[in-house]
């Protein structure tokens, strides 16, 4: 039996499964940060600083907010709102769609939900693109963002907008930010408590019984989040196993060796496999 036979088989007997996502995911799905996309959106930021790829880019220091909104308005807008439906989320869902599920993730793109899967059983840890926040804070409380990115957008002159579309937060006047998980300013608003405690609810309604952590494109940039979380509950849980697929990793804790199948190999290869056995 191959690896995939072997994920197929375990899919199958797992009635519970908890997907935990981290952005190798997203690259698997064919999302791209750099290269020709890079230079069509963001020739400015090359041309002027020589920023190749939009991670790094989202780390300028710009000089004015005119300037840092020019750049977010259309970061925001790729990785938010221009994509539509992926096939790769939406292959996965079919996989574990008359599971009992839940899905943690630290992306931050909306491709969950986009796709289909119920949102009340997911949890985005870091944030959404699709959200401003008090960038005090001042409060607790997010706010949709889509008519105002696509206004900027709209008016995007030179790589920056108008002073006068620069958000303001509702309640003290200062500027807003986005809601991602950058340091200790993030908001984790009523949304995000509500989602944490259905993931904890989850957790302890299943974890007495069959539960498969399954674990896709999660590196080492925060493996307190997803990583080391599942593979200490399968270390705990009495019928947990930990499966790991993602493309240049392939270890995993001695303690839980038995119960565990980690797969270095393209999450899309494994996940389009399984549909064609499925």
């Known amino acids: 039996m191959n690896t995939v036979e072997q994920l197929k088989k375990l ?10 996502a981290g952005a190798g995911l997203s690259t698997a799905a064919g999302f791209v940060y750099d290269g020709k996309i890079f230079l069509k959106y963001f020739k400015d930021m090359h041309d002027k600083y020589g920023y190749t790829d939009m991670y790094s880019a989202g780390f300028h220091h710009f000089d004015s907010n005119e300037e840092m909104w020019g750049y977010w308005c259309r970061n925001i807008y790729l990785n ?11 292959d996965l869902l079919s996989l574990i769609k008359n599971k009992n599920y839940f899905v943690i993730t630290t992306n931050v793109d909306h491709q969950f939900q986009l796709a289909g899967f119920d ?11 699709g959200l401003f926040q008090c960038s005090l804070p001042c409060h607790d409380k997010t706010y949709d963002n889509k008519d105002m990115v696509l206004k900027m957008l709209d008016n995007l002159h030179d790589g920056m907008i108008p ?3 620069i958000p303001k937060c509702p309640v003290c006047g200062r500027n807003m930010s986005m809601n991602l998980r950058c340091d ?8 995000w408590h509500e989602a944490a405690k259905r993931y904890q609810q989850f957790l302890n309604d299943n974890k007495n019984k069959k ?5 896709l494109g999660v590196g080492f940039n925060t493996p307190v989040i997803i990583k080391f979380p599942f593979m200490r509950m ?3 849980f ?12 392939n270890r995993v804790e001695e303690e839980i060796r038995n119960k565990s199948l980690v797969i270095d190999s393209d999450i899309k290869e494994i996940i389009e496999e399984l549909k064609i056995i499925n």
Request: glycine share 4%; aromatic share 20%; with cysteine.
């Open 11 to 20: 899919i199958d007997e797992y009635d519970n499964i908890v997907i935990g």
């Open 80 to 90: 938010r709102y221009k994509e539509q439906k992926n096939k790769l989320y939406e």
């Open 119 to 129: 949102k009340k059983r997911l949890f985005y840890t870091q944030g959404d693109y």
């Open 163 to 165: 002073q006068s579309l």
């Open 184 to 191: 200790d300013t993030f908001v984790e608003d009523k949304f």
């Open 211 to 215: 539960i498969l952590f399954l674990e």
């Open 234 to 236: 399968t270390y705990q």
């Open 238 to 249: 009495k019928d947990a196993f930990y499966v790991c697929i993602n493309k240049g990793y």
